[in-house]
């Protein structure tokens, strides 16, 4: 099971940590890709890290400002959003893939957690 948190309402410029916390098994087998879906659109990849050597992905739209990372020890995951537009404004949602590389599709995971919901507005 995936646990994802850390969502709330956050001004334009602000900053988010999420978290994507996984219990029954570990997630160091795993890649962790976090998705967003804004309303009236489709989900959406946002960035995904690897488990063979940490490399990581990520949307155009997100770079320089977003960090993904994980903590194997507290089998969790994270995605730092700094300098947050309204256009990032989505439900957030977290999702692993057993293998070790970069995994871009949404096909491509076949476990997700529930959304936290991340609302960017003055």
């Known amino acids: 099971q995936l646990q994802a948190s850390g969502g709330g309402l956050v001004q334009p410029g602000g900053s988010l940590r999420l978290s994507c916390a996984a219990s029954?098994?570990?997630?160091?087998?795993?890649?962790i890709g976090w998705f967003r879906q804004a309303p009236g659109k489709e989900r959406e990849g946002v960035s995904c890290?690897?488990?063979?050597?940490?490399?990581?992905y990520y949307v155009d739209s997100v770079k320089g400002r977003f960090t993904i990372s994980r903590d194997n020890a507290k089998n969790t995951a994270y995605l730092q959003m700094n300098s947050l537009k309204p256009e990032d404004t989505a439900v957030y949602y977290c999702?692993?893939?057993?293998?070790?590389?970069?995994?871009?599709?949404?096909?491509?995971?076949?476990?997700w957690g529930q959304g936290t919901e991340v609302t960017v507005s003055s």
């Open positions: 999702a692993a893939a057993l293998g070790g590389g970069i995994y871009y599709l949404i096909a491509e995971y076949p476990y």
């Open positions: 029954g098994f570990t997630l160091d087998a795993y890649a």
């Open positions: 890290i690897s488990t063979r050597d940490n490399s990581t």
